[in-house]
Nanobody, 124 residues
Framework: QVQLVESGGGSIQAGGSLNLSCVAS????????MAWFRQAPGKSREGVGV???????WYADSVKGRFTISKDIAKNTLHLQLNSLKPEDTGMYYC??????????????????WGQGTQVTVSS
């Protein structure tokens, strides 16, 4: 049973930083692709960044240079460091994983495994 559990969200002022975590269980996550998505109120879920099994990462243009994905293999944890936060970064942040999909060009529907999400609220 594949499980993903996110944590680390919160309320913060613009310009601040947060570190989100996604703990994976049920499989050796280092061999699969993982990603972060987010969904703002009233908007569709969008990709934030992807990390493949080799640790290579890709980011949406809107977060490049501000967000960083990293893996702690020993703890089976995927992190998302959010810096220079803006009000438009507000939303529910989700961790996703898949055995074959590994690109932000694949929409949320292509990813098979999801966490429950963690809320990030950025005030101006």
């Amino acid at each position: 049973q594949v499980q993903l559990v996110e944590s680390g969200g919160g309320s913060i002022q613009a310009g601040g930083s947060l570190n989100l975590s996604c703990v994976a269980s049920g499989w050796s996550y280092s061999t699969y692709c993982m990603a972060w998505f987010r969904q703002a109120p009233g908007k569709s879920r969008e990709g934030v960044g992807v990390s493949d099994s080799d640790g290579s990462t890709w980011y949406a243009d809107s977060v490049k240079g501000r967000f960083t994905i990293s893996k702690d293999i020993a703890k089976n944890t995927l992190h998302l460091q959010l810096n220079s936060l803006k009000p438009e970064d507000t939303g529910m942040y989700y961790c996703a994983a898949d055995f074959t999909v590994c690109s932000l060009t694949h929409g949320p529907g292509a990813w098979n495994f999801w966490g429950q999400g963690t809320q990030v609220t950025v005030s101006s």
